[in-house]
Every structure is written in C-alpha cells, then in structure tokens.
C-alpha cells in the first residue's frame, strides 16, 4: 500500500535560521508531489508542485524553495526563515492530476520566533 | 479565475443532529469536487468526491451531491457524532489539467456530547 512520510512533525527555529522539511512516498512510481501551507485561520496555499524527478513548479513568490531529488522525495527548504513563514506545512501525493484525490502526509507545524 | 467559497464557522452542533455545510465553486468547465476533513493535529483525508453534474459522493455516512446549477456541493450528514469534530475543506480540481486543487477556507465543526 502507498505511504506517505514526512518530518519533522514540530519545529521551532529561530527567524535567519535555514529550513529543510522532508516527505517521501512509498508504494508507488512517479506521484505528482505538492506542498500547501496552512496559516492559522486559513485555508491551504499550494506553494509548489512537482510531476517528476527535478521539475518543480512554484505557485507563489517567497522565501523557500522545493526539490525532488528522487522519484518519491520532495525537499521544502529556506536559507534564512522569516516570522511570516510559520504554519502548518503539508506534503501531499496524487497519481496523475488526481482525479481520485490528493493524499496528505501528518503535516508539519513550524514556528518561527 | 476558479474558486471554492465555503460557509464560515465554526459550526456547534448537538450530538446526532444534522449537518450541513455549505459549499459553492466558481470554475469555467465542469471540475471535479471534493471534500477533505482535517482532524485535529494531522494532514487532510480524502472524505469524498464527485465528478460530474448530479453525482453523489458518499463516505461514512456523510453526502454531497454536484449540482452544476447551483454550482454547488454541499456537505450533509444525517447524525453527527462527536468524533466528527473536525475542520471540512470543500476543494475543486481545475479542469483545464493545471495538477492543482483550489480549497476551500474549511469549515471548523464541534460536536457536543
């Protein structure tokens, strides 16, 4: 069955700190890979967006960056966090476009002091 | 440009009432529809989804039917339990093949024993 990973779970980092998020995908061959991020009290910002090995889409302009290294690995970095990129970060995976749906990974939640 | 507009909460309900909540999309073309629940602390779960004008998705109780005339997709489940406190996310899939969903700002809902 496909799984989906991603960690940490919670992160506190200092603002000027760099950020490196992981997911990676199990039991399956090239998923489209996306991450949101979800501020308190809002809905879900798709950032970037990935249909294969180093081919990365951004959504919006910002701090941080994405990379897929591999097949099932999806990398959300940053070289110095601001205060404003505290949330809630989720991984996700589709097969295709994702007529059947996304599936999320447990998300997770960074804060920047 | 496309867009999910979802009834703002939180929503309190009563342990086996009904529910609703309201969900309208604005998309050229026919999109595909979904809803997501989120539970406290973890990523967001596929809860169902419909296709085409007229369909109904229906998982654990809960339904939403397509209805291209209203251009809406409203969530309704006939008991509410309290483990169904969660946050629902309506959300469409751009039709034109841009790999992404437009979600909804969730809707926060709390079941009382």
């Known amino acids: 069955s496909q799984t989906i990973h991603q960690w940490p779970a919670t992160l506190v980092q200092p603002v000027g700190s760099p950020l490196s998020l992981e997911c990676t995908v199990e039991g399956t061959s090239n998923p489209n890979l996306y991450w949101y991020r979800q501020a308190a009290g809002r809905g879900l910002q798709l950032l970037f967006y990935s249909v294969g090995i180093g081919q990365i889409s951004s959504e919006v302009p910002q701090n941080l960056s994405a990379s897929r290294p591999q097949d099932r690995q999806f990398i959300l970095s940053s070289k110095k966090l601001l205060l404003s990129d505290s949330g809630f970060y989720l991984c996700?995976?589709?097969?295709?476009?994702?007529?059947?749906?996304?599936?999320f990974g447990s998300g997770t939640r960074l804060t920047v002091v | 440009g496309n867009s999910v507009t979802q009834m703002e909460g939180p929503v309190t309900l009563s342990e086996e009432a009904f529910l609703t909540i309201n969900c309208t999309y604005t998309?050229?073309?026919?999109?595909?529809l979904f809803w997501y629940v989120q539970y406290p602390g973890e990523g967001l779960q596929l809860l169902l989804k419909?296709?085409?004008?007229?369909d109904k998705g229906s998982n654990k109780g809960f339904e939403a039917t397509y209805r291209k005339e209203t251009t809406s997709f409203h969530l309704e489940k006939g008991s509410v339990q309290v483990s169904d406190s969660a946050v629902y996310f309506c959300a469409l899939m751009e039709p034109s093949g841009t790999y992404k969903y437009i979600f909804g700002t969730g809707t926060r809902l709390k079941v009382l024993a």
């Open positions: 419909a296709t085409k004008a007229d």
């Open positions: 996700a995976w589709s097969v295709g476009r994702g007529f059947d749906g996304y599936t």
């Open positions: 998309a050229t073309g026919y999109p595909s």
